[in-house]
C-alpha cells in the first residue's frame, strides 16, 4: 500500500516560489499507472485540484492554477513536487497530494502539510 507524506516550508513570503514534496513510500511512483494530483483547501472552503503528473510523465493543470504551477517527479527519491510561484497569502491553505486512477477520483492520500503566505 502506498503511503503519501507531503513537506513544505510551512511559512513563504508573498511573491515568493512555493515548493512541496510528496514523498511516496510503499511502492515506485512509476511501477503502475497512476496520476499524482495536488489538492489545497483554503480555510473554510472546499478542495480545490490543482493538477497532476500520470505516472508516464503527463501534466494537467487546473485553469485556475495552469499560469503558477509546475508539477513534477523525481524517480530516484520517489517523490512528486509542487511548484506555486508568486505566492500571496490567498494561498494559504492546507495542501494535499493523492493517487488516483483518474483526475477526480483518489484512493490515497496524504495528510496534507499547512503552508502559510506572510511577509
Known amino acids: 500500500q502506498d503511503q503519501l507524506q507531503e513537506s513544505g516550508p510551512g511559512l513563504v513570503k508573498p511573491s515568493q516560489i512555493l515548493f512541496l514534496t510528496c514523498t511516496v513510500s510503499?511502492?515506485?511512483?512509476?511501477?503502475?499507472?497512476?496520476?499524482w494530483s495536488w489538492i489545497r483547501q483554503p480555510p473554510g472552503k472546499g478542495l480545490e485540484w490543482m493538477g497532476a503528473?500520470?505516472?508516464?510523465?503527463?501534466?494537467y493543470y487546473s485553469p485556475s492554477f495552469k499560469s503558477r504551477t509546475s508539477i513534477s517527479y523525481d524517480t530516484s527519491k520517489n517523490h512528486i513536487t509542487l511548484q506555486l510561484i508568486s505566492v500571496t497569502p490567498e494561498d494559504l491553505a492546507l495542501y494535499f497530494c493523492?493517487?488516483?486512477?483518474?483526475?477526480?477520483?483518489?484512493?490515497?492520500w496524504g495528510q496534507g502539510t499547512q503552508v502559510t503566505v506572510s511577509s
Open positions: 493523492a493517487r488516483g486512477n483518474d483526475l477526480t477520483a483518489y484512493d490515497h
Open positions: 510503499g511502492g515506485s511512483i512509476t511501477t503502475n499507472f497512476f496520476y
Open positions: 503528473i500520470s505516472t508516464n510523465g503527463d501534466t
